[in-house]
């Protein structure tokens, strides 16, 4: 995807080896595979096989590696560190509260700021249907908090219960998985990210630098792609804050 590329290119530009590889759904799908037996634990598989590739590469210092993940990358970043001997991490738009937690929030989060810009009905549909949705992913919220999620049924018309019981068990307790990690952190979040909102990662802020090596940066204007908001470029204090983190290991 296009922020990732750009992301990648800018730091080879700054002379740093980078692995960028495709997420194995997209993949699948892009091969008309069959996705649905996927599960969380496999991109998290696959993570940690993509350190111990660059562990094999001659040019790759193995003292030095530093992982990057992307939202859902992002949180499960304390897993896929997790024995692999990296130098950092380094936690671009984390989800850091159970996911089905973070959907309401989000759909609701999602909602409000239409309605502010909502002054000339313009956004009357699409608020409709997220309203829609919000129902759908409390009543789906609720079950999982009562364990009623069948593993074999379809949830949000993409994934499976046991998909979705597996995530849930994964992005428990988010806040103390990232203060318990064995390495030095960076989170960064965009103000006009509308998926993990910086606002609820304000709220878990103080609990967070609990770990003293971790360290969180909001990017003005920088929306949940990594985009500035209103142009299709990557927000290059990303890049900036990633080699300043980098450079302090």
Same mark, same amino acid.
């Given at each position: ?28 799908? *892009? ?31 193995? !003292? ?35 996911? =089905? !937690? ?12 239409? #309605? *502010?810009?909502? *002054? !000339?009905? =313009?956004? !009357? ?25 069948? +593993? ?31 390495? +030095? ?16 990662? *304000?709220?878990? #802020? ?44």
């Amino acid at each position: 995807l296009a922020p990732f590329k750009d992301l990648s290119e800018q730091l080879v530009s700054n002379n740093f080896i980078v692995l960028k590889y495709d997420k194995r759904t997209y993949t699948m799908i *892009k091969n008309n595979q069959d996705a649905l037996n996927v599960m969380p634990e496999d991109f998290i598989k696959d993570a940690q096989a993509a350190i111990r590739y660059l562990k094999t590469l001659p040019e790759v210092d193995r !003292d030095k590696i530093v992982v990057i993940g992307h939202s859902q990358g992002a949180s499960f970043l304390p897993y896929i560190v997790e024995g692999q001997n990296v130098a950092a991490a380094i936690a671009i738009s984390p989800g850091i509260i159970e996911i =089905t !937690d973070l959907m309401v929030y989000q759909i609701e989060y999602q909602i409000k700021n239409l #309605e *502010k810009l909502n *002054k !000339d009905n =313009t956004y !009357d549909d699409l608020i409709n249907q997220l309203e829609s949705l919000l129902q759908e992913m409390k009543e789906i919220n609720e079950k999982m908090k009562k364990e009623e999620i069948e +593993p074999d049924n379809i949830y949000l018309d993409s994934m499976t219960g046991k998909f979705l019981l597996q995530w849930s068990e994964l992005t428990q307790n988010m806040v103390d998985k990232f203060i318990n990690m064995k390495v +030095p952190v960076l989170i960064i979040n965009g103000t006009e990210d509308l998926k993990t909102p910086y606002e609820l990662l *304000k709220e878990k #802020e103080n609990e967070l630098k609990r770990k003293e090596d971790l360290q969180i940066i909001y990017i003005e204007n920088m929306g949940h792609e990594l985009y500035k908001t209103g142009t299709a470029k990557i927000e290059e204090k990303v890049v900036e804050q990633i080699i300043e983190f980098i450079s302090l290991i």
